[in-house]
């Protein structure tokens, strides 16, 4: 099963991406953690996504692409992949069909996060990720021990206020519209008599263990 986690930052989308990923037995892609991996071991790429990402703007659609086609044609991606902020404008979405595309494959669904914009400021604000293994926690200080491994928790760069405001407008003004993309070709398809990716909302607001029933049910778990 390939799944597009599709939703605004802080939408919980690593979290329960993670735990899609446990269900169904197959890896998870989140682009945002490859670049920054880039950005730690100072990779050209990483060097070259650093400032984009600093200020919470989007990297060009080309790096993107990149890594998409790299870890989709891992062997172990074969039985299907969970895409954490891996499409995140039209342009993407494209390159992400076409890339299934030569490999025999098909995207099966697209998961929508559906969380309102306070409740996003809220959470990213109070957020801190694991140096190491990159869990995050909300409202635990930056400094404190992961519970998963170990690491320390630190705040990341782009959960600032400033840069928060510009993920956001990044959001609305490039990722937003890559729904109503879906949903056509899910329409076309259907008239058609064409397969394409299922579209389905979740109430992504509430405890972690609810939104994870509710993201399972909408899988058909
Ligand atoms: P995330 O961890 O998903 O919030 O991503 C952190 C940052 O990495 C984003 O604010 C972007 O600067 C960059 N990034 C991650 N995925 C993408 C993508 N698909 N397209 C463009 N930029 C991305």
Redesign the pocket.
Known sequence: MNIVLLGP?GAGKGTQGERIAQTFNIPKL????V?REAVRQATPQGLAAKR??DR????PDSV?LGIMKEALARPAAANGVVLD?????VP?AEGLARVLGELGRTLDVVLLFDVDEEELVRRLSTRTVCEKCQSPYTGREPGSTCDKCGGTLVRRK?DEPDAIRT?MRAYREQTAPVIEWYRARAREGALRGQSAARVVSVDAIGAVDDVSARVLTALGK
Do not use: K
């Not at 989140?30 to 953690?33: K, N």
């Not at 902020?85 to 404008?89: D, I, L, M």
């Open positions: 930052p989140a682009t945002g953690d670049l984009f990402m919470g703007d989007l990297v993107i902020g891996v499409v995140r404008t993407q782009d993920r």
